[in-house]
């Protein structure tokens, strides 16, 4: 059957298109297996992967709408994980530009924070270095409104660590009411915030006490032999979960580290280029890097509850250490903090991660599983430290001490793309 002349332009432009079409496809197609290898930071991933970051932000705002309630809290309170998903969305925002993510972090600080700048639930006498946390979002919010209430609340918390009690050494108290003790916790919660506060407000002697509680941490909890930090040191040797002879605690706890090895990349971030304590920081970074490699589930890629006993009865592969893991070597890598060597651990992380612990729900939601709920020492009641009480704490999905590091661990990872 002949064609008509319209007809035949029509299908010779339908055929020079698909054509073209098919050379672009066969030579982006030749060019990506040809420029990606293990050594290429570009690592091919399923498109589900591609932004778990804005996915699993927005999932946590459907799940709890109003940041007061976050943690499963029944009543607001000014507490270091509402500061943890707080930064994290700041994060998310800055990568977008969505409002959405913005809104629900000032949120959060319009219904904790008065005109006055005084904050809702939280007590500077209690010299408790977990509701310090929150004041790096704070610092955000200030930066980016102005709004005079946020700095005086900053101050407060500022205030707070000049008048926080120490070990002779000048090592700040976990709590108050944990006097003389140190724990791995302790160190995310106060030196970033204090490490952007110096930057932030020029307190440019701030990062010598900031270098001090790394170094001190570091001096007391670090295993040579592990290549692991203990979770906590108590200077007095009274605690019933203290070795008498050390002050340390018994287990290397795998949250306990994670801590840990946010706030060294954390407060890299801030630390003056020449000052002469950065080379000391980035020091026990790579040493931590190497502990963290040590104990890397080979099979999976994500880490146990308790670091160093994987094989032990009752141990079980835990997700908020495992993703602040991701995020430590992530990031580090990505800054410059690490050495480029560790970047196959860290995508082997990530990938991990999103393998053993994201759930896809039935809403559209995304959720992370087997969450070590809440572990620490001392207190009532009485938490021993032992192997035992590490295994039998409360396990929890959506857990914002997981949710926040995955989602900034997502940021580094869709970086690398």
Known sequence: MRIQPKKYYKVLLASLIATFCAGMFTSCSTSKSETTSADSLAVEQPAEKAHLSVKMA????HRTPDAQYLDFRPKPKWEYTNGLMCSAML???????????????????DSMVNEQGQVKTYKLTDYNIDRVNPGKFLIDLYNETGQENYKKAIEMLRDQMREHPRTSEGGF???KRYPHQMWLDGIYMGSPFLAKYAATFNEPQLFDDVANQIYLIDKHNYDPVTGLYYHGWDESKEQDWANKETGLSENFWGRGMGWLAMALVDVLDYFPQDHP??????QIADKMAQGVVKYQDEKTGVWYQVLDKGEKDGNYLEASASSMFAYFLLKGVEKGYLDPK????????Y???VKQFIKNESNGDVSIIEVCAVAGLGGDPYRSGTYEYYINEKKRDNDPKAVGPFIMASLYYE???
Request: proline share 0%; glycine share 4%; aromatic share 16%.
């Open 58 to 61: 927005q999932s946590e705002m």
């Open 91 to 109: 994060r998310v925002y800055d990568k977008t530009g969505d409002k959405a993510f913005f809104n629900y972090a000032k949120a959060y600080a």
């Open 173 to 175: 108290w976990h709590k």
């Open 277 to 282: 304590k950065r080379e000391m920081i980035l």
């Open 342 to 349: 560790y970047k196959d651990t860290a995508i082997k992380a």
């Open 351 to 353: 990938d991990g991660v």
């Open 415 to 417: 970086n690398l793309k």
